[in-house]
């Protein structure tokens, strides 16, 4: 088989497919030769010169799922917002991704794994709590917001939300997610960041009802 001289093709074709097959058969039930059969034009050779492993596949996968769209930019585009609400409008498109549910959802094992929760835990530190300093750095400025240690508070922020607040990591009662909700509230309040109402609290509601 000659060499593919365009892989990103390839790859785009194989995550496109593995996706699919995810939420069809469940991760657990797809195997790497399913992909490769369902591709239809590619050895199993070629196939891990792309990818080593089911884990690297669904890395890339989760990794496209949840950075293909990214809310930050498209809030940053925005004009005429504050930080703090820059910052509230990123909260209420991370709770109610409807696309990201649906395969959080679907992968339920995959997304409660030692390794899964290790990177989102690095992701949130290193990817999306400078994101979110910007929009603190930007309220701190215009004067929308009054937290101190902005980049501890953006750290603990995304860390809280990403993972405590997840339902699919930490199966609770529908009461129980409105308590943590409650209490996250509640936390933030105190430290001068009022980012939680009630459209947030209804969207949250309707997120933990879809999973």
Not at 46 to 54: C, V
Not at 114 to 136: A, E, G, M, T, Y
Not at 137 to 142: K, S, T
Not at 147 to 152: E, M
Request: charged residues 30%; contains cysteine.
């Amino acid at each position: 088989m000659a060499r593919n001289k365009y892989p990103e093709i390839t790859e785009q074709r194989i995550l496109d497919t593995a996706t699919r097959l995810f939420l069809e058969k469940g991760w657990e039930e797809t195997t790497i030769q399913d992909i490769i059969d369902e591709l239809g034009d590619l050895t199993r050779g070629a196939f891990y010169h792309h990818y080593k492993s089911k884990d690297e596949i669904i890395d890339a996968v989760t990794n496209r799922m949840f950075n293909k769209d990214d809310m930050f930019d498209t809030v940053k585009k925005e004009k005429g917002l504050s930080g703090f609400e820059k910052l509230k409008k990123v909260l209420q498109l991370s709770v109610i991704n409807e696309e990201q549910l649906l395969f959080a959802k679907s992968l339920p094992s995959v997304f409660s794994s030692h390794i899964f929760v290790s990177k989102q835990l690095r992701d949130c530190v290193n990817s999306v709590s400078p994101k979110l300093k910007i929009f603190f750095d930007e309220g701190l400025e215009d004067g929308s917001i009054t937290v101190q240690y902005p980049k501890q508070v953006a750290e603990t922020f995304s860390i809280l939300m990403t993972l405590w607040f997840s339902p699919i990591l930490f199966p609770v009662s529908k009461e129980e997610y409105i308590q943590k909700y409650d209490y996250l509230k509640y936390l933030l309040d105190n430290i001068g960041l009022p980012i939680f109402d009630n459209v947030l609290r209804g969207k949250a509601e309707k997120a933990f009802d879809n999973i």
